[in-house]
């Protein structure tokens, strides 16, 4: 599987962005997905998750009620809408692929990685 993030960009706080994530590969629709992020000088970290189907999903407290994971498995792309975006989600968002199938928030469960999307949000 390889994945092709994409959206990144600079926006005010309180704007708004969507992160997609293209896959390659016949396997996606088994694959939970996963976005995580690394801030400059600080360790990557979970933002969200979804299960294979759609079914679950997992959020990050400091996003949650802001950012939506979503998935398109006819289209084999996996998005992130970040709505009320504060400049600490400033960091490259990396999206992630788990071959089990799970909503995992850990990463040391994803298989796969994206090159990841600079998002930079300005106060």
């Known amino acids: 599987v390889q994945l092709q993030a994409s959206g990144g960009g600079l926006v005010q706080a309180g704007g708004s962005l969507r992160l997609s994530c293209a896959a390659s590969?016949?396997?996606?629709?088994?694959?939970?997905m996963g976005w995580f992020r690394q801030a400059p000088g600080k360790e990557r970290e979970f933002v969200a998750t979804i299960s294979w189907s759609g079914g679950r999903t997992y959020y990050a407290d400091s996003v949650k009620g802001r950012f939506t994971i979503s998935r398109d498995n006819a289209k084999n792309t996996v998005y992130l809408q970040m709505n009320s975006l504060k400049p600490e989600d400033t960091a490259v968002y990396y999206c992630?692929?788990?071959?089990?199938?799970?909503?995992?928030?850990?990463?040391?469960?994803?298989?796969?990685w994206g090159q990841g999307t600079l998002v930079t949000v300005s106060s």
């Open positions: 992630a692929a788990d071959s089990t199938g799970w909503a995992s928030t850990s990463a040391h469960e994803y298989d796969y």
């Open positions: 590969g016949r396997t996606f629709s088994t694959n939970g």
